[in-house]
């Protein structure tokens, strides 16, 4: 199984980015949470946003009303749309499901 994040870039404090985790080797439906998470420089990685079969989504505070996270079964992917951005919101972005990490992708906002 692998998981592979995609979408990063550079923009402008309040301008949203899309990413995407896109699954392959098991089918999303049947994988029963799956989850961003993202490191800072100099920081621990912490968890962004949550899609759980059992509780739906849930969020990090500092990113509530600002996130969405939603899964595309037909894609086999996870989004995860960052609305409003902050410069706080620069870190390597990271999609994770239990024992399955897939490599980062570099979001950068500047102030």
């Known amino acids: 199984v692998q998981l592979q994040a995609s979408g990063g870039g550079s923009v402008q404090a309040g301008e949203a980015l899309r990413l995407t985790c896109t699954v392959s080797?098991?089918?999303?439906?049947?994988?029963?949470?799956i989850s961003w998470y993202r490191q800072a420089p100099g920081k621990q990685r912490e968890l962004v946003a949550r899609?759980?079969?059992?509780?739906?989504?849930n969020y990090a505070d500092s990113v509530k009303g600002r996130f969405i996270i939603s899964r595309d079964s037909g894609m086999n992917a996870v989004y995860l749309q960052m609305n409003s951005l902050k410069f706080e919101d620069t870190a390597v972005y990271y999609c994770?499901?239990?024992?399955?990490w897939g490599q980062g992708t570099q979001v950068t906002v500047s102030s």
């Open positions: 994770f499901s239990p024992d399955i």
């Open positions: 080797g098991l089918r999303l439906n049947t994988m029963t949470s």
């Open positions: 899609s759980s079969i059992f509780d739906g989504a």
